[in-house]
């Protein structure tokens, strides 16, 4: 079968929908089906099957491009002979994804990865502001769902909240992890020996974008707390919109010592520091499922996560990790001193569950679903 995905989002940015993208087109064409990407932004991947469209820069996040007159997708799509369009993203591209569908006549299914109408912080700044704000967003996406054959989204929590705004057809398809790149039997020194960080400290992750929305501003709070019963190294890895703030706050607390911005990590990198934490923490209210938690859990890392939104559906209190009250600094320090307090064999037993979590977001199992979805469609 031959696909095309329109993004909004693409290489070289680095996020949650890229790495769903490029993972399940991986596993898409190792099956025999070939994969279009059709995206907003320049041509900087030696790609023949990805097109870039002239885009602007988002304001919020200039990172972030909306293409200006992507319909010339059109012609491509009827080229390549397209038996199916799947819409990443609802902002030009997506909209794009609608027009050339319904042009062509081709089944049309659409995945909400992001919680657009939760981040009404970036356009109203009053409570009043952010509930209208809010409102009109939620109407914006029903309405722009409506031409979808099938609406995906990662988890039953988001389904569910989709389906209470009046959005229909919606089906739970989670994001895959590559469980042979993130594993338990990865060497557990490498990041310490990386970062220097002597073997007395224990190692607290915080991974993933950098933006106002995943509140490690909370978690630098409650870094101030836990320092006080414990001996910890925070690592920040990643990069954002909010890195600078957050190295401001670190600093004005006094805590340059206690915590290392890595900056970007690689691909290949990247496993290594999640199976050289004691813990990963997110303090995010944002998320439709967490990717970095999946990660993490494939490593046999436990993890510590708001109660909030997705989170509770991967982080089983005192199974897997602990859930803590959102923005509640107290309980988000008291559950990361509770996991770094475990005895052996209890952490022993917290690292398995971790990994036996992870195996139900194999790549391989994930794509069996979404192929599901694009059975019922065509």
């Known amino acids: ?157 988001i389904k569910n909240l989709l389906e209470e705004h009046g959005i229909k057809n919606v089906v739970t398809v989670p994001n895959g992890v590559d469980v042979d790149r993130f594993s338990d039997s990865l060497d557990k020194t490498v990041a310490r020996k990386l970062l220097r960080i002597p073997e007395e400290e224990r190692i607290v992750l915080i991974a993933g974008r950098l933006s106002e929305e995943k509140n490690v501003d909370a978690i630098i709070r409650a870094a101030k707390k836990l320092l006080k019963k414990a001996n910890v190294r925070f690592v920040v890895t990643g990069e954002g919109p909010a890195k600078e703030k957050y190295k401001r706050l670190v600093v004005h607390d006094g805590l340059s010592k206690n915590f290392v911005f890595t900056g970007f990590v690689h691909d290949y990198e990247l496993p290594f520091f999640y199976g050289g934490a004691d813990l990963l923490v997110t303090a995010s209210t944002f998320e439709t499922q967490g990717m970095t938690i999946v990660e993490a859990m494939a490593c046999g890392t436990p993890v510590v996560g708001a109660d909030s939104l997705a989170i509770p559906e991967t982080v089983s209190d005192g199974r897997n990790g602990f859930l803590f009250k959102p923005f509640d600094e107290e309980d988000c320090a008291e559950k990361m001193l509770k996991v770094l307090s475990l005895p052996e064999e209890e952490r022993r037993r917290m690292a398995a569950e971790c990994v036996n979590t992870a195996r139900g977001y194999t790549i391989s199992k994930c794509t069996d679903r979404l192929l599901e979805v694009y059975k019922l469609v065509l």
Do not use: C
């Open 1 to 157: 079968m031959r696909i095309a995905f329109f993004t909004d989002t693409y290489l070289p940015n680095i996020d949650g929908i890229v790495y769903s993208i490029i993972n399940f087109r991986r596993e898409l064409e190792k099956r025999g089906n070939k994969v279009f990407i059709f995206s907003s932004g320049k041509k900087e991947v030696d790609d023949s099957a990805v097109f870039f469209y002239r885009s602007v820069p988002f304001a919020p996040y200039p990172q972030y491009k909306i293409a200006l007159f992507p319909f010339s997708a059109k012609r491509e799509v009827a080229k390549k002979e397209v038996k199916l369009i799947h819409s990443h993203g609802f902002a030009s591209m997506g909209i794009a994804s609608i027009k050339v569908a319904h042009d062509l006549k081709l089944p049309l299914v659409g995945t909400f990865h992001t919680l657009a109408p939760q981040a009404v912080h970036l356009v109203a700044s009053k409570r009043w502001s952010r509930k209208i704000a809010s409102q009109l967003a939620w109407r914006a996406v029903k309405e722009f769902y409506k031409p979808f054959d099938v609406v995906t989204t990662p988890t039953d929590t």
